[in-house]
Nanobody, 112 residues
């Protein structure tokens, strides 16, 4: 059974940083591309970033490019999202996803 547990969210001021983590189990993490998506209040899911299985290829939504960095530690079955220069419009629940499954999410709130 695929299990994904996100953590690291919180309240941060505009311009601040957070690092999200996603602990994965129940599948071959090191052979799976992984994705972060987010859902802002009252809106649908938005793709944020994807990383390939080896970590050598990444893609970002235009809205986060240059500010967010996706990475992974295959030895620890963990996915990361480093978020810098946060803006109020980054406020959302952030989920990691694989094989059509996502975790419970972690809330990120950017506000002064």
């Amino acid at each position: 059974e695929v299990q994904l547990v996100e953590s690291g969210g919180g309240l941060v001021q505009p311009g601040g940083s957070l690092r999200l983590s996603c602990a994965a189990s129940g599948f071959r993490f090191s052979r799976s591309a992984m994705t972060w998506v987010r859902q802002a209040p009252g809106k649908g899911l938005e793709w944020v970033s994807t990383i390939n299985s080896g970590g050598g290829s990444t893609n970002y939504a235009d809205s986060v490019k240059g500010r967010f960095t996706i990475s992974r530690d295959n030895a620890k079955n963990t996915l990361f999202l480093q978020m810098n220069s946060l803006k109020p419009e980054d406020t959302a629940i952030y989920y990691c996803t694989v094989q059509g499954t996502r975790g419970q999410g972690t809330q990120v709130t950017v506000s002064s």
